[in-house]
């Protein structure tokens, strides 16, 4: 199944986010730091699934989205990598103002391992977009 729609990528994120945050709230009431590891590394797993399933226009729909590639446009990318990196130093300040934890440590890493991810994605289909003009 792909999602090709602005309304159907909508729908997904939605639910996702819902969901997400529903697990937070748990998590939090029962103040599990496994739980909190968890549904981080949930969510990084979420996050790369649904760039699987998500085609941008004039992507192929059938075809597997190469690894590397998060978005179908490289601005998407460029930006989504800056917010992922911005939160990975908010957090990293947090940290050494004393409020780290392991959890904390995981979120970290889950938001550098994304802001990665996220800009492999945009030198790429930045290239090919130059390769291609």
């Known amino acids: 199944m792909r999602f090709t729609t602005p309304g159907r990528k909508a729908a997904v994120i939605a639910v996702l986010v819902a969901i997400s945050l529903l697990l937070t709230l748990l998590f939090d009431a029962l ?30 729909v059938r075809a597997a989205r190469p690894w590397w590639r998060m978005t179908s446009r490289p601005l998407l990318s460029g930006v989504l990598a800056v917010i992922y990196g911005l939160l990975a130093v908010v957090n990293i300040g947090f940290s050494f103002a004393g409020f780290g934890s392991l959890s904390g440590t995981v979120s970290i890493l889950a938001e550098l391992v994304l802001a990665a991810l996220f800009a492999v ?4 289909l930045s290239s090919l977009a130059r390769a291609t003009a």
């Open 31 to 60: 103040h599990s730091q496994a739980g909190s590891i968890i549904l981080t590394v949930l969510q990084v797993i979420a996050w790369y699934l649904v760039t699987r399933l998500f085609r941008g226009p004039g992507e192929p």
């Open 121 to 124: 994605s945009f030198r790429r």
